[in-house]
Nanobody, 125 residues
Framework: QVQLVESGGGLVQAGGSLRLSCAAS????????MGWFRQVPGKERQFVAS???????VYADSVKGRFTISRDNAKNTVALQMSSLKPEDTAVYYC???????????????????WGQGTQVTVSS
């Protein structure tokens, strides 16, 4: 059974930084596409970033240059370093596993097979 557990969310002022982490069990992160999505109430869940088994990285246009996704194979974790945060980054952030991505504007993705429970990120102005 695959489990994804996020951590690292919280409250931060605009311009600040946060680092989210996703610990995976039952699945090796280096063997599949891992990524992050986010959702605000009343809106669809949106793609944020992904990293494939071959280290291909894709970002949503809205976070390019501010967010960095990385993978630690030894710890079987995926991280999202978020910098220069804006109030519009406020959302519940979800770790996801096993999905395809098609780079472009906007990025297109398939539906992830596995989801974490989500972690709240709140950016105050």
């Amino acid at each position: 059974q695959v489990q994804l557990v996020e951590s690292g969310g919280g409250l931060v002022q605009a311009g600040g930084s946060l680092r989210l982490s996703c610990a995976a069990s039952g699945r090796t992160v280096k063997d599949t596409t891992m990524g992050w999505f986010r959702q605000v109430p009343g809106k669809e869940r949106q793609f944020v970033a992904s990293i494939t088994w071959s280290d291909t990285i894709v970002y949503a246009d809205s976070v390019k240059g501010r967010f960095t996704i990385s993978r630690d194979n030894a710890k079987n974790t995926v991280a999202l370093q978020m910098s220069s945060l804006k109030p519009e980054d406020t959302a519940v952030y979800y770790c996801a596993a096993e999905f395809w991505t098609l780079s472009g504007s906007p990025v297109r993705t398939g539906s992830p097979r596995y989801w974490g429970q989500g972690t709240q990120v709140t950016v105050s102005s």
